[in-house]
């Protein structure tokens, strides 16, 4: 599959200037950006010799991998077997995905959920078996859940224990990472900044990025806010290739109501037999799809947006009346308790939903290994493109692929860090002169981002158009121009270069690709062209 390479400027190397004399230094054997269920997972398996550092910007429990829902998916049945859950993903990748890569964490995957009951990880059972749902896209229940609808808070509250039990981990929470340091064509280490000790230079022998995804790029999403494409946008300043930008995967129902943030309604409610509803109460799916509410997401989420639009109704409505009212109870109590305080009843109300943004297919492009394009730089999870999802990320084998590759990130970087001298040399940096340290005054951060997040919405959003795209990418070109070049003081600005640097990128692959293929739909070339099933890669003009 031959790719077409395009090229998006960044407009600076580095987010902010820095005095390497003035600028306290670090040093450590592994640094590990993101302490999701990637960066986690690869900070176990870390040599116990080696001094690892892990940093997050939030607190360790806020991730898109802790507010997981549905599951983790995993051939645990003797009547499912490899090749079913190997062809379910393909199908849902429409024709993108790499099936050696398939293959490979398909057959992981049952060790990889043994491992996590033996981190402590207590997943729902039936009759002692485990539990094992359906879910969209699958053709047999083998999806793995805990505490009912909340998989990720106790897969990762498990994980979290054991990496807080071991001695060479340390854990950096409310710790931003600015940029990656780079020196002759490799990456050692990075500029980090928390509001304690400010800037440090955390100079690795290997670093491994794990920072999750992207979705509060739009302005609805699933995602917690922290989900701003940093780690994308680091990797990319530092010239790394990026991979399908434009494949974006909205989920198809979110909770709407008017005012509240939104709230993922899990892929198993409707595996558990729920029914999509339109305002006047008809059934629509079997409209767009036979397998109606089981279908892949990207059809769910686009047919549910083409029936708002015959409706002229804001949103659709989950049917949860053909699911038992204590099954309900039992299997999703934390949805149940979010509804209940908008005054909703899952076992007699229909629920209000619509989609949001979800899950970040595209990524930093890395291989089998975990390996990047930028020597000593290794990353995993939603922040990459390893292959796996193609063109739609089938649902519960994201945390799935967090698992199986921050294994493989962590070995690999602890063997190559085994192998390298305890002696660094901090080179000479310097930073490209921006605008005064206080032109952020000037800037309404939070009005901008929210602009930046209505444009994504409308122009780059579930259904594009080359108009669209264009102007989308004209207006973040303007912003950018003021935005990006500035010395931003603190997380926020960041954050907001960050999300607009990849929206860029997200807008250009999305203009590149004119055909309509899995979670992207382009209204002006609708079909899909088996010719075009090509990877878009995206590098950075201008990285010195």
Same mark, same amino acid.
């Given at each position: 599959?031959?790719p077409e390479?395009?090229e998006v400027?960044?407009l600076?190397?580095y987010?902010?200037?820095f005095d390497?004399?003035?600028v306290?230094?670090?040093f450590a054997? !592994?640094?590990?950006?993101g ?12 040599d116990p010799?080696l001094?690892?550092?892990v940093v997050t ?7 898109n991998s802790?507010?997981a829902?549905?599951?983790i998916?995993? =051939? ?9 859950? !190997?062809n379910?993903t393909m199908?849902a990748?429409?024709?993108m995905?790499d099936?050696?890569?398939v293959e490979?964490v398909?057959?992981e995957?049952?060790e990889?959920?043994r ?8 997943f729902d059972?039936?009759e002692?078996?485990l539990?094992l749902t ?8 083998r ?14 509250r ?8 071991s ?6 929470q409310r710790t931003?990472?600015?940029d990656l340091l780079t020196r002759?064509g490799r990456c050692q280490g990075?500029l =980090? ?9 955390v100079?690795a022998?290997q670093?491994?990025l794990?920072?999750g995804?992207?979705?509060a790029i739009?302005r609805?999403t699933?995602n917690?806010s ?9 990797a ?6 990026l991979?399908d930008?434009?494949f974006m995967q909205?989920?198809?129902t /979110?909770?709407?109501?008017a ?5 993922l309604?899990s892929?198993?409610?409707r595996?558990?037999?729920a029914h999509?509803?339109?305002v006047?109460?008809?059934r629509?799916?079997?409209?767009y799809?036979e ?9 769910? +989420? ?8 015959k409706?002229s109704h ?5 049917d949860?009346s ?5 099954k309900i109870r039992?299997r999703?109590?934390?949805i149940?308790? /979010? ?7 899952l076992t007699?109300?229909?629920?209000p939903v ?6 970040m297919v595209?990524?930093v ?10 020597p000593?730089?290794w ?7 390893t292959g796996?999802h193609?063109?739609n990320?089938?649902a ?5 692929e967090? =698992?199986v590759?921050?294994?493989?990130c962590?070995q690999?970087?602890?063997n190559?860090?085994l192998?390298q001298a305890d002696?660094?040399?901090a080179?000479?940096?310097? +930073?490209?002169p921006?605008?005064p340290h ?15 997040r ?6 780059v959003g579930?259904?594009?158009?080359r108009?669209?795209?264009m102007?989308?990418?004209q207006?973040m070109d303007f912003w950018?121009n003021?935005?990006?070049r ?6 926020a600005?960041w954050?907001?270069q960050?999300?607009m640097l990849i929206?860029?990128?997200?807008a250009?692959a999305?203009l590149?690709?004119?055909?309509s293929?899995? !979670?992207?739909?382009r ?8 010719a075009a099933a090509k990877h878009?890669t995206?590098i950075?003009s201008d =990285?010195?």
């Amino acid at each position: 599959m031959q790719p077409e390479r395009i090229e998006v400027p960044t407009l600076r190397r580095y987010l902010v200037p820095f005095d390497p004399k003035r600028v306290p230094h670090l040093f450590a054997d !592994v640094l590990i950006i993101g302490a999701g269920i990637a960066g986690t997972r690869a900070a176990l398996e870390i040599d116990p010799s080696l001094r690892t550092i892990v940093v997050t910007k939030d607190q360790i429990s806020q991730s898109n991998s802790a507010w997981a829902q549905g599951g983790i998916a995993g =051939v645990l049945d003797p009547l499912d077997n490899f090749a079913n859950h !190997v062809n379910d993903t393909m199908a849902a990748g429409k024709g993108m995905c790499d099936r050696d890569v398939v293959e490979l964490v398909i057959k992981e995957a049952p060790e990889r959920i043994r491992e996590l009951i033996r981190f402590g990880a207590d997943f729902d059972k039936f009759e002692g078996e485990l539990a094992l749902t359906l879910e969209g896209g699958h053709s047999h229940p083998r999806v793995a859940h805990a505490l009912g609808d909340a998989t990720g808070k106790e897969v990762m509250r498990a994980m979290h224990q054991r990496a807080y039990d071991s001695d060479n981990i340390d854990i950096w929470q409310r710790t931003f990472t600015i940029d990656l340091l780079t020196r002759e064509g490799r990456c050692q280490g990075a500029l =980090v900044w928390n509001p304690n000790h400010g800037r440090t230079f955390v100079w690795a022998k290997q670093t491994i990025l794990c920072t999750g995804g992207a979705g509060a790029i739009y302005r609805e999403t699933t995602n917690p806010s922290i989900a701003t494409a940093d780690g994308h946008a680091l990797a990319f300043r530092a010239g790394c290739e990026l991979r399908d930008m434009e494949f974006m995967q909205f989920h198809p129902t /979110v909770l709407y109501i008017a005012g509240s943030s939104r709230h993922l309604i899990s892929e198993a409610v409707r595996g558990e037999g729920a029914h999509l509803v339109d305002v006047n109460g008809y059934r629509f799916m079997s409209d767009y799809n036979e397998a109606m509410e089981l279908a892949p997401r990207d059809v769910v +989420s686009q047919a549910i947006t083409q029936q708002m639009a015959k409706t002229s109704h804001p949103c659709v409505y989950l049917d949860l009346s053909p699911i038992e009212p204590e099954k309900i109870r039992r299997r999703f109590p934390h949805i149940g308790k /979010v509804c209940k305080e908008f005054g909703l009843d899952l076992t007699k109300d229909k629920v209000p939903v619509r989609p949001g943004a979800h899950y970040m297919v595209g990524g930093v492009t890395t291989d089998t290994e975990g390996r990047t394009s930028l020597p000593g730089f290794w990353a995993a999870g939603e922040a990459t493109s390893t292959g796996l999802h193609g063109a739609n990320r089938l649902a519960s084998n994201s945390l799935l692929e967090g =698992v199986v590759f921050g294994l493989r990130c962590g070995q690999n970087a602890s063997n190559a860090a085994l192998g390298q001298a305890d002696s660094f040399t901090a080179p000479p940096l310097v +930073s490209l002169p921006g605008l005064p340290h206080h032109s952020d005054e000037a800037l309404d951060l939070a009005d901008i981002r929210n602009s930046l997040r209505s444009l994504m919405w409308r122009n780059v959003g579930i259904s594009r158009n080359r108009k669209d795209l264009m102007e989308a990418r004209q207006q973040m070109d303007f912003w950018a121009n003021y935005v990006c070049r500035r010395d931003l003081l603190e997380p926020a600005g960041w954050e907001l270069q960050n999300m607009m640097l990849i929206g860029r990128v997200m807008a250009t692959a999305a203009l590149a690709r004119e055909e309509s293929r899995g !979670v992207h739909l382009r209204s002006d070339f609708p079909e899909t062209i088996d010719a075009a099933a090509k990877h878009i890669t995206v590098i950075a003009s201008d =990285v010195e």
